[in-house]
């Protein structure tokens, strides 16, 4: 462009438009949505709502609710979810398995605070569900905590993995490279075992030893497995938590829903090349769920299962120790440690002549996660979020993440059954390619499959893709395309990100805050 002759004001204007053109351009992640959503009521901190996992809404269709029962057992669940877990029941804080304070009510006090039986495994990676699934509030996804729980002081909130877990009580960790102040949380997988065969399974970052509130496991000599030396091998596989919201309604869609959803888009994505296929249970063969590859086929062996891999916490479906080194262990740790409690004292747990006692806090938390209510979307979208949504369906972003299933006509409660789940997931896993492929594999899904993330919740997510290499919207999307390598076929998604990316300007950033609504 020729500016000869022109005068400096009219530069002048020139540039402020291009300036005002060009910063209308570049479409923006808008960022995390604020606002908690807290559905339960009760708990409060010194008048504060606490932030905990809502209680599942009523039944659109029919009205239903939760019952008293279920009610009871989902708020025992936030309690037993927010116990910290220790190695001993007496060098613990509080030891009281439910917290309330002398009016009877909710303990007060973020329930971080309490730490609770001897069950904490020699590895862990976390001492509490809520450690890792705090954003944007107790049963979410990962976020931030504060380092120093209970200080006068409180400091900024940070990954839970940099400074709080690794050195509770004192615990003599060194923190990996790849745990950063204000990253994602991240937990690790080896891709091969020392002799090169496919490993594929959790390798726990912490370990117990310097534990200066139990003298019983003071010649706890273990070390943690070199990460850096891993790493350096290109042999870690990094997984972020994923949300702990609206499973129960997950659980609830049947299979011939699934598959019904996705016979029905065939027509659509043939042209765009996307297939997919289910992962499903090696035994009964029916579809499995839960996990960034849909590796678990339910929330109940989810909860035995992270109680164990995260906690080092043996119960009933996950009986034997991650680590049986025996200095590392308190002398009166049952194994499994956390069972149904049919003990004739309460020498083991507390007043289980209580009903809502009976059950293991496995149990608990598969019983909370059931009740859990999906992520509420942002009640008053913009005029452009909501022409986002139609965006996303003709772009094809909707052949993977369907925005609704419904659950199954008959389910045991009511509250669960026969409703509309908005979940933007067609339950498949996908090949993405090599640019997302983490080389592992579970169950069907290969070393470059994943689940599509549901994206109910995405809008108050800090962290994307299973590695949470990301924490901007654009670059999630960016990242689903892969062209072809001779390990791993093209993405599924290169041509609905083809297309996404020939939209324009002002429709993409319709998109952006389209997921930043949900
Ligand atoms: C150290 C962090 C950490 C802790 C502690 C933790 N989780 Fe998770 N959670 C994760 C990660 C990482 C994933 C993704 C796992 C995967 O797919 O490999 C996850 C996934 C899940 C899922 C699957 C959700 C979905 O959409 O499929 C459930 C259910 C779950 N966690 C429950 C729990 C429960 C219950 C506890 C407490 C017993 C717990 N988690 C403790 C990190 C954690
Ligand atoms: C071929 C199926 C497929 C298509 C098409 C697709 N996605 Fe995805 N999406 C996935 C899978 C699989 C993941 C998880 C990938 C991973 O974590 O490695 C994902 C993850 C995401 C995430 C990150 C969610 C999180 O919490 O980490 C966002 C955001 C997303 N998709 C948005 C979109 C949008 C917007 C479009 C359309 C432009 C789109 N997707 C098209 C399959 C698809």
Known sequence: MKHGGKSAQKIAIACALLAF???????????????????GGGLQQQGIPIPHPPL???????????NDNERASFEEGILRAGQLESTCDDCADVTDGSPVTGAGELDPMFPQFHTNSNGLGARHNADQCFVCHAQPSLGGSGGFIVPNPGGSKPLPAENPQFRLVPHRYGRQNIVPSFEHQFGPIREVRFKRKSDG??????HQLWTVRGSTNDTTISNCALTQPDFAAEEKAGNLAFRTPLQMLGLGLIESIQDREILAQHDATAALRGPVGITGHPNRSGNDGTITRFGWKAQNKSITIFAGEAYNVEMGITNEAFPTATEE??????????????VVR??????????FDNPLHLMPDWQQFQILMRFTDGPAPDPNPSERAKKGKGLFAETGCALCHTPQMQTAPVMNSPVLQNRPVNLFSDMFVHHMGSRLADDISQGQAGGDEFRSTPLWGVGQRIFFLHDGRTSD???????HFSPATPKYPASEANGVVHKFNQLSPVEKQAILDFLRSL
């Open 342 to 351: 049919t003990d004739a004292t309460n020498v083991k747990n507390q007043d």
């Open 56 to 66: 599942i809404s009523p039944n659109p269709n029919t009205g239903a609710t939760v």
């Open 473 to 479: 919207l654009l670059q999630a999307i960016q990242n």
């Open 325 to 338: 080194d025996p200095d590392c262990q308190g002398p009166n740790k049952p194994e499994p440690n956390d």
């Open 197 to 202: 065969t496919p490993d594929g399974g959790v």
């Open 21 to 39: 053109s060009s910063g209308a351009l570049a479409q923006k992640d808008p960022g995390v949505r604020g606002g908690i959503q807290n559905s």
